[in-house]
């Protein structure tokens, strides 16, 4: 769970199971000192044969963040459901776009944050890791 530099940091975290439609517990994130999440497995998709999840990211910076976020099932974490980025004002919390993901209730997911800029707008430099 280190930081990884390629282009740009990225880190990914283990998510706990948790009981289908509810919200698991805050994770902190392992680079981003004031940024958590946590995610939650809603219905089966049967067209695409997998499981529905979202993420709640709390942005405890005093700044906006934006940030890349995707999602894995830790069995194969090269599997990466891509939503896009998000923007969360200082000291908020904020839903993802929900991901398909082939992991259900019972299982692991990754969560995958990267790209991460702290200021106004997503102009600003990416940050590193500050823990």
């Known amino acids: 769970m280190a930081c990884i530099l390629s282009l740009a940091f990225f880190s990914s975290f283990k998510a706990a199971k948790k009981l289908p439609g509810e919200y698991g517990q805050w994770k902190e994130s392992s680079c981003y000192k004031g940024i958590d999440f946590r995610v939650k497995c809603a219905e089966y998709n049967e067209y695409a044969k997998k499981y529905t ?14 940030l890349d976020l995707n999602l894995a099932p830790a069995s194969n974490p090269s599997d990466k459901e891509v939503a896009g980025r998000m923007d969360i004002a200082g000291g908020s919390t904020a839903n993802s776009a929900y ?14 944050i990267d790209r991460v800029r702290i200021g106004v707008d997503d102009a600003s430099p990416y940050y590193h890791c500050d823990r």
């Open 99 to 112: 991901y398909l993901v082939a992991a259900g209730p019972n299982q692991e997911v990754e969560v995958y």
């Open 53 to 66: 999840w979202y993420v709640q990211i709390r942005n405890r910076y005093q700044a906006s963040v934006h």
